[in-house]
């Protein structure tokens, strides 16, 4: 089974270094003298740092600075480092007691700063972890108020967006369990759980056109084809239709036209699917043609043949679905000799040219030969 349409989740918004830069007052920007004086260094002797900087929705900060200073100022910075991808950096240090500043890189303001530490001590041979938490009650204090609402409005559409992925992974969850369980046979627990994909997610094609498919696999077709429409709808609908899903969803809806005589209304839902997704017209032109050969109507059969021919001319079973149309149409002359339908020994030889020993190769070949027709191939009996 193709995965049509897997339910897409949300992407959460982001906030810029820049909106939350410190203001550079004395209580965010540097230390007191009583602080400066407890600085001390021995540059004889090293020690590790490493850490990871957050803004306040918990998101990374990356490519940013990161700066080891004896008085806040990244004037007197002994060491800097720059954040990853993931926010995080490491190195080394001298030994000494500081204050660690994270300030933008590359902007228009010099010596934006973004947060600083309170006084860290860094003896020889330590791995000291340094983070810069953005969602502490001391970071937002330091926002404007203006700064403050701003961030907690994203961090509220946030939350709303967590719940709403979380509700997407569960319902793509029971869309592969939903999945297996039609591949199974178990066809009314198929129908249970895409019927819970459709509460879930009402607007949502994929889920309609599950359980459209589950329905139609029951031969429930009366109930297929209104939840096979509600799934080209809400395709259509959507901010990036799915071809697809279209097409997927328009050839299940001409499978329970035709199980529901209204040859019409199939043949427009087969051309439908094969002209949303030229990928897979093959397959649904074949299928069509099986269909409108079963219930008889051998006209539209091998038009639907000629239009698989046309979407891959390489394939056989084409040739042969055209050539099993057209026979049903076969009779006598006035001799006795049997006669067919224009086109059908040739679907019938290119039939055989395509694929001299495939599974209906004996059959065509003695077709053939029965009416009369001198048969070029290269098939070989299995011994």
Known sequence: MKRYGWLAGLMLLA??????????????????????????????????????????????????????????????????????????????????????????????????????????HVAEKDDVTVNFDGTREAYLK??????????EETMAKNTAINAENNKIKNLNAILLQER????????????KLATQITLGKPDEAVGWFELGKDQGVQKQYDQAVPNLQKALQMNEASKKPDPQVEGAAQAALGDAYAHTKKMDLAVQAFDAAGKADPTNAYTYYS???????????????????????????????????????????AGQDKSGKITVPPGCVEAYQKYLDLDPNGAHAQEVQGLLEGIGVKVKSNYKAKS
């Open 15 to 120: 906030v810029s270094p820049s909106f939350l830069a410190a203001q550079s007052d004395s209580s965010q920007g540097g230390t007191s003298g009583s602080q400066q004086a407890q600085i001390k260094m021995n540059a004889a002797h090293s020690g590790a740092v490493h850490g990871k900087a957050n803004n306040p929705l918990g998101q990374a900060i990356a490519d940013t600075n990161v700066f080891a200073t004896t008085d806040g100022s990244p004037k007197s910075a002994v060491a800097t480092f720059v954040t990853d991808a993931n926010g995080e950096y490491k190195g080394k240090v001298p030994e000494g007691t500081y204050i660690f500043v994270l300030q933008e890189k590359n902007t228009k303001e010099a010596n934006k700063e973004i947060d600083h530490t309170d006084l860290t």
């Open 142 to 151: 330091r926002l404007s108020p203006e700064e403050r609402k701003r961030v």
């Open 180 to 191: 297996d369980a039609r591949k199974a046979g178990n066809l009314d627990e198929a129908t």
């Open 287 to 329: 299928n069509e043609a099986i269909l409108l050969t079963n219930s008889g109507d051998i006209d539209q059969a091998a038009t639907a043949a000629d239009k698989a021919i046309a979407a891959d001319p390489s394939k056989p079973m084409a040739y042969y679905l055209k050539g099993q149309a057209l026979i049903q149409k």
